[in-house]
Nanobody, 127 residues
Framework: QVQLAESGGGSVQAGGSLNLSCVAS??????????MAWFRQAPGKEREGVAA???????YYADSVKGRFTISQDKFENTLYLQMNSLKPEDTAIYYC???????????????????WGRGAQVTVSS
């Protein structure tokens, strides 16, 4: 089981920026490497994938955050990041870090089945 711990959440005004971090006990390598991702869940809504990254640095983004959010990783520090710029009130949610062994070569990481989750970090954007 991979342990994940998010940090960096907070409250900002619309247009502001935040940088989330997720320290992992390991990046879980499968037959095709791993998937690491950020999800979010707003009150009364289902959890949705925001951004994901593979071990070969291929990235995936939800349409709602393209051009504003950037996912990155530090393999030496086992840390995942999410730089969030031009934040909007609709970005308000609890943000979760997730990890999975990549066992299916052609499955995109944003829609992958994740079985390791952090406890989440609250992000609040006011108008």
């Amino acid at each position: 089981q991979v342990q994940l711990a998010e940090s960096g959440g907070g409250s900002v005004q619309a247009g502001g920026s935040l940088n989330l971090s997720c320290v992992a006990s390991e990046f879980p390598y499968g037959a095709y490497g791993y998937c690491m991702a950020w999800f979010r869940q707003a009150p009364g809504k289902e959890r949705e994938g925001v951004a994901a990254i593979r071990g070969d640095t291929t990235t995936y983004y939800a349409d709602s955050v393209k051009g504003r959010f950037t996912i990155s990783q530090d393999k030496f520090e086992n840390t995942l990041y999410l730089q969030m710029n031009s934040l909007k009130p609709e970005d308000t949610a609890i943000y979760y870090c997730a990890a999975a062994r990549r066992e299916r070569k052609f499955a995109p990481c944003l829609g992958y089945e994740y079985n390791n989750w952090g406890r989440g970090a609250q992000v609040t954007v006011s108008s």
